[in-house]
């Protein structure tokens, strides 16, 4: 038997299996988050607690509270339960692409649409 056909999807599993990006998302459910965006060019930050099925945003003295509903451990839909405007009443579906020590990658986009964004989150308790 040749040994090429043996060691190759040998190498095949170990070379993915190095690509693979840990996700620890049950770490994440609930606690204490600082994320940093660029706004017009500007670096703000929000911080945010979420506790299960909700989640309060706190951006420039400004208080919002979304419900979270988890569809598996590491994606979940938020709805903003106060909305001021239409913009703000479309939920947002959130994935988390990858976990690290006390951070995660993730990227976010309105349910329905196509045009996903990424950020990173700290959780700071």
């Not at 509903?69 to 479309?90: F, Q, S, T, V």
């Not at 990858?98 to 959780?123: R, W």
Request: charge should be neutral; include cysteine; hydrophobic fraction near 30%.
């Amino acid at each position: 038997m040749n040994l090429k056909i043996i060691l190759y999807p040998f190498f095949l599993f170990v070379i993915s299996g190095c690509n693979t990006s840990e996700r620890n998302c049950k770490d994440f459910k609930n606690g204490e988050f600082s994320f940093t965006s660029i706004i017009d060019g500007e670096e703000v930050s929000t911080t945010f607690v979420r506790e299960d099925d909700l989640e309060i945003n706190y951006f420039e003295k400004q208080i919002d509270s979304f419900s979270i509903r988890w569809i598996n451990d590491c994606e979940y839909i938020g709805k903003n339960l106060n909305p001021k405007n239409r913009a703000e009443e479309k939920p947002i579906h959130f994935k988390i692409l990858s976990t690290k020590d006390n951070s995660y990658t993730f990227e976010y986009s309105f349910v329905g649409k196509a045009k996903k964004e990424k950020g990173t989150v700290i959780k700071t308790k």
